[in-house]
């Protein structure tokens, strides 16, 4: 009885270790990437040099008709032509007529720069907007989606030319009902030409940033983001779940006219959502660190593809402790959740007769 009174206590132990050792992997593949400062190469995203930006236009509240709106505005043109581009404004009256059933309408000015490809195919486009909501700084939302273009940029333009052009738009009045995603796709020249969009957003101040949204016929856009992303974060189940929640982001505009695309966010820090909370002293660096590695890493890789063909049937997929993305086709589901369902019985079974 001793002996195996003894060989149960090992195992038992050796199950705890287990499960702890799991969860401490867990937790930390599921933690962004650690910041990179501002001495950093100039081939390297550095959210030590995008923080600095984050800190130039996030001072107020900046939401669309302010006076620090138009602040925010030309500090990007700015920022822009500093690159070497020659950004463009799009000034247009915008209409959502979706946004729950009350009509959106608003002036809107949406800031452009195109990065020009030696093949192109079709273009990659980074979005972010540049409005805040009217309580809010904006240092998250959307304040770290529109550095990380700002750096993605300068970081770009220091390395080697793409095949395809690269489009930057900085969207307006997203938090007045998605405005300036409509005006550029039912507006703007530029928007036949895109072929994948990245999309960043933020629902909170911390935590990594995960790819939470696809678009439909995602397989080949899984596919080559398990190929380029580093430390992915992201499962299939997010999404399905997103879709359930009344909340929307400029993707969804973008989807909805046959864009194929992906997008960011990262969700921890709530309570900073649409706050005065949402300032840069509450903001993780490692957050926005993570949303420039995808952004740089992203737009490399599928800037040298040709995007003209980009949808394949649905995969469904996950991260392995953020190392690595595992997908595979929606058609295999069934038949897996059918073995999982005959294990469990099997060990049920196994169970009760020991």
Not at 209 to 225: A, C, K, V, Y
Request: avoid cysteine; charge should be negative; hydrophobic fraction near 45%.
């Amino acid at each position: 009885a001793v002996p195996t009174l003894r060989r149960d206590v090992i195992v038992s132990v050796a199950i705890v270790i287990f499960l702890g050792l799991f969860v401490w992997l867990s937790l930390r593949g599921s933690s962004p990437p650690a910041a990179i400062g501002q001495d950093a190469a100039p081939s390297l995203f550095s959210s030590g040099r995008a923080l600095v930006q984050l800190r130039s236009i996030t001072q107020r509240p900046h939401p669309v008709g302010s006076l620090e709106h138009d602040v925010v505005r030309d500090y990007i043109l700015r920022e822009i032509s500093a690159q070497g581009l020659t950004p463009s404004v799009q000034r247009t009256t915008a209409v959502n007529r979706r946004w729950g059933g009350v009509l959106r309408t608003g002036t809107v000015q949406n800031l452009l720069a195109r990065l020009e490809g030696t093949e192109p195919s079709k273009a990659v486009l980074l979005a972010a907007h540049y409005d805040s909501w009217p309580q809010a700084f904006g240092a998250s939302d959307d304040g770290a989606g529109v550095v990380t273009l700002l750096e993605t940029l300068r970081t770009l333009k220091a390395g080697s030319s793409l095949k395809n052009d690269v489009i930057f738009l900085f969207t307006d009045a997203e938090e007045s009902g998605l405005l300036g995603a409509y005006a550029f796709m039912e507006e703007h020249p530029w928007a036949a030409d895109v072929g994948l969009v990245l999309n960043f957003e933020a629902r909170g101040s911390r935590g990594p940033s995960i790819m939470f949204e696809t678009s439909e016929q995602n397989g080949w856009l899984i596919r080559e983001f398990a190929k380029a992303a580093p430390h992915p974060v992201s499962h299939s189940l997010a999404y399905e779940l997103y879709k359930l929640l009344p909340n929307d982001t400029d993707l969804t505009v973008f989807r909805n006219r046959g864009l194929a695309g992906l997008n960011f966010a990262y969700i921890d820090g709530l309570q900073s959502y649409h706050t005065q909370l949402d300032s840069v002293s509450e903001l993780d660096e490692r957050s926005l660190q993570h949303h420039g590695s995808y952004a740089l890493a992203l737009t490399r890789h599928f800037g040298n593809l040709d995007l003209r063909e980009v949808q394949a049937p649905d995969n469904v997929y996950f991260d392995l402790l953020g190392t690595k993305l595992i997908y595979y086709p929606v058609s295999w589901a069934r038949w897996l959740s059918a073995m999982v369902a005959i294990l469990l019985i099997g060990l049920v079974v196994f169970g009760l007769r020991r």
